[in-house]
Every structure is written in C-alpha cells, then in structure tokens.
T-cell receptor, first 112, second 117 residues
C-alpha cells in the first residue's frame, strides 16, 4: 500500500545550522508530494509541494526535490532559525483518491 | 487558495457530553475532509464529506460516534459524541481544490483543540 516514512525526531539544532529531514514514500503511480508544518499551538500549513518527478518545491528558505528514482522528498534548509521550531509532516496525495497520507511527523527544535 | 475557519478553536468538555465543530470555507468546494490529530501523533482521516451524500468513514470511525453534516458547498460540521478522555485531540477540517488539468491540493483549517476531562 501507499505510505510515507520520515525521519524520527526530535531533531535539535543550533541556529544557522543546516537542516535535512528525510522522507521516503511507497506508492504506485505518480502522487503529488507535500511538506506541511505545524507551529506550536497552531494548525497545519502547507510549506511546499511538488507534483511531478524532478520538481523542486521551495518556500521560506526550505527546499525539497521530488526524486522518483529514490522515492524521496527530503526537506532541506541551509540556515535554520529559532522561528523554524515546529513539527514537519511529509505527505503524499493521489488526485484520483483525494486522500492524503501523512508521515509520522518530525519535531524540530532550534537552539539560539 | 481556500480560506478555512473552524469554531470553536478550543474547548474543554466533560466526559459523556457531545461537541459539534463547525468548518466554514470561503469558496464552494466539493470535497471536505475531517482529520484527527491525537497528542504527539500524525493526522488520521476520520471521514470524507461530500455535499449531497452520506459521509464516507475510514476504518475505525463510525457515524454514531462522529456524525457529520454537509448541508452546502461551503460548510460542514463534525460532532464528537459521548466523549471520553481518549477523544482529546485536535480536529481539523480540510478541503480539496484542483481542476481537471492540474493536481489537487488540500488546505487545512486551523483546527479545534478538544480536551475531555
């Protein structure tokens, strides 16, 4: 079946460090891939997306590239800030099924 | 993109009571979804609510416990019935937007944080 596996947290980094949160997926066909972010006490927000192989999604300094050959969609940021502390969810969506499958979430904490 | 609001934003309820959560969208959408996020967990789909038809529930969720209404294309409600502390979660509604020639994307409401004592 379809699934999303992402790096277990919590991840703790110092400000300005490089961030990678790994995400791999199992799916038939060609899903769209997403990263969602949930800041403390808030709802879920779409961070970035990619809809086909080799697409790169980017937003707020975060990037992720849809890699079909490795079935991955790793989230990266070159220099994290304290304000990036949140829980990050990798997810996939088949437009035909309209059902989002979420990864387990990775809690990120950034130290000043 | 759709703008979604939910009411209430949070509530503290006594066990055995019921709470109805409202979800309002600023545009007409066909598909609406209700998710649950238990403390420290990922999101789990409860049901899909399409206007004009019965909601479709995922495995482990039943209509008697989580009745859903979808009276029009911009509004839905989820009721959490006969609550117990295990129902303490964030409940989120989402909508899907897309066209025939583009991918579909889901947007989420801010969530309703429910605590059951």
């Amino acid at each position: 079946g379809n699934s999303v596996t992402q790096m277990e947290g919590p991840v703790t980094l110092s400000e300005e460090a490089f961030l990678t949160i790994n995400c791999t997926y199992t799916a038939t066909g060609y899903p769209s891939l997403f990263w969602y972010v949930q800041y403390p006490g808030e709802g879920l927000q779409l961070l970035l997306k990619a809809t086909k192989a080799d697409d790169k999604g980017s937003n707020k300094g975060f990037e992720a590239t849809y890699r079909k050959e490795t079935t991955s969609f790793h989230l990266e940021k070159g220099s994290v800030q304290v304000s990036d502390s949140a829980v990050y969810f990798c997810a996939l969506l088949y437009s035909s099924a309209s059902k989002i499958i979420f990864g387990s979430g990775t809690r990120l904490s950034i130290r000043p | 993109s759709a703008v979604i609001s939910q009411k209430p934003s949070r509530d503290i309820c006594q066990r055995g009571t019921s709470l109805t959560i409202q979800c309002q969208v600023d545009s007409q959408v066909t598909m609406m979804f209700w998710y649950r996020q238990q403390p420290g967990q990922s999101l789990t789909l409860i049901a899909t609510a399409n206007q004009g038809s019965e909601a479709t529930y995922e495995s482990g969720f039943v209509i008697d416990k989580f009745p859903i209404s979808r009276p029009n294309l911009t509004f839905s409600t989820l009721t959490v019935s006969n609550m117990s502390p295990e129902d303490s979660s964030i409940y989120l509604c989402s909508v899907e937007e897309g066209t025939v020639n583009s991918y579909n994307e889901q947007f989420f409401g801010p969530g309703t944080r429910l605590t059951v004592l």
